[in-house]
């Protein structure tokens, strides 16, 4: 069974960045794929998600913060957190999805386990 692998967080302070890896140990280029965030107390949020063909989108929560990209020859999907905020701590988690760009409701193939991010104020 493949596996999705979240890397890069951790504890940084409001206005600093990072860099969220999700390793994929299949392909999955042909599959749109996702982040999620889950803060606490709240649900699990959809935070950026990209398609096989590189088109893009991003909540509006964090628009013009946040950045989502993928190299498909590495099987690895990216989140960049630039500007964090204190409400952006939570833990986030990628997703392949099973359905198509643009059809709902979305369902998917694979979790990964996710990644703790606490931006401290």
């Known amino acids: 069974q493949g596996q999705l692998v979240e890397s890069g967080g951790g504890l940084v302070q409001t206005g600093g960045s990072l860099r969220l890896s999700c390793a994929a140990s299949?392909?999955?280029?042909?599959?749109?794929m996702d982040w999620y965030r889950q803060s606490p107390g709240k649900q699990r949020d959809l935070v950026a998600s990209i398609s096989p063909d590189g088109r893009r989108n991003v909540a509006d929560s964090v628009q013009g913060r946040f950045s989502i990209s993928r190299d498909n020859a590495r099987n690895t999907m990216y989140l960049q957190m630039n500007s964090l905020k204190p409400e952006d701590t939570g833990v986030y988690s990628c997703?392949?999805?099973?359905?198509?760009?643009?059809?709902?409701?979305?369902?998917?193939?694979?979790w990964g386990q996710g990644t703790q991010v606490t931006v401290s104020s």
């Open positions: 997703a392949v999805r099973r359905t198509g760009w643009g059809v709902k409701p979305l369902t998917y193939h694979r």
């Open positions: 299949d392909t999955y280029s042909h599959n749109v």
